[in-house]
């Protein structure tokens, strides 16, 4: 019969003191993606935030205005520029600006994105611009 001496289960003087018998490794849980979401004050709602670095760059390019971030006065869109709204090249300029918003226009040089379409409409005389583009990394269309 052996006798174990401490209350290690190893048994004192066969291993360094503290170190205890490990079973065997797991793999890690694998963890599911859960988008980011942000609520929207004026309809009550919640939206999803991009997550991924592409649709990041493209929902800051068609949402902020150029020269509207002091440290990065390049950030942004022109589409404010559009006059007078509702004009028979409304679209076409509209197209352009976007294409030129930054930094949405290094993600089309560099292949990116491309784009579907944009779409402009008018609420209480405001121009509202929707982009529709797909992602080409992540294979998905997404509308900005």
Known sequence: ?????????IGVGKSPA?????GPYSTAPSLATVPAVEYLG????????PTDPIDVDVALAMS????????????GNDLYTISP????DEQQKAL?????????????AAGDIAILSVDTSHDNDQLRVRLRY???????????
Request: charged share 30%; with cysteine.
């Open 96 to 108: 352009e600006l976007t294409k030129s918003a930054t930094p949405l226009d290094r993600r089309l």
């Open 134 to 144: 797909r992602n080409l990394r992540t294979q998905k269309n997404r509308t900005a």
């Open 18 to 22: 503290g170190v205890e018998r490990v």
């Open 64 to 75: 902020v205005r150029r020269k509207s971030i002091k440290h990065a006065p390049d950030c």
């Open 1 to 9: 019969m052996a006798t174990r001496v401490g209350a290690n289960p």
């Open 42 to 49: 004026q309809n009550y709602d919640y939206s999803e935030i």
């Open 85 to 88: 709204i509702g004009g028979p």
